[in-house]
């Protein structure tokens, strides 16, 4: 298949979290470094791309099965460097696993 987007591996992201989130008997707070999926998930900003709808509807089905209270915030990367970091060394890993090479990575 084509490689995900950014914003659909964004929007994937969200959906693991909530899947793992839905196990647990608390209170749950979702950071994330995309304003455009908080935005999306909390109805602030309509979402109109066909191909992240589908994601949409499944963090919000999984978020009904959350026991406890469900936030969702902002962080900017500025503010996250570690994930931040982890992100650029994932991103490198899978290019190189395939064989992918070139200055900037």
């Given at each position: 298949g084509r490689p ?60 009904t099965e959350i ?33 992918e090479s070139g200055?900037?990575?």
């Amino acid at each position: 298949g084509r490689p995900m987007t950014n914003n659909e591996a964004e929007w994937w992201a969200l959906t693991e979290a909530l899947a793992v989130a839905a196990d647990l008997d608390s209170d749950v707070e979702i950071l994330s470094a995309s304003h455009l999926v908080v935005r999306q998930f909390s109805g602030r900003y309509a979402c109109r791309e066909e191909r992240l709808k589908s994601f949409l509807e499944e963090a919000r089905d999984l978020a009904t099965e959350i026991k406890g209270a469900l936030t969702t915030t902002w962080i900017a990367e500025t503010e996250n460097s570690k994930a931040h970091d982890l992100a650029i060394t994932s991103a490198r890993s899978a290019r190189f696993e395939r064989g992918e090479s070139g200055a900037g990575w």
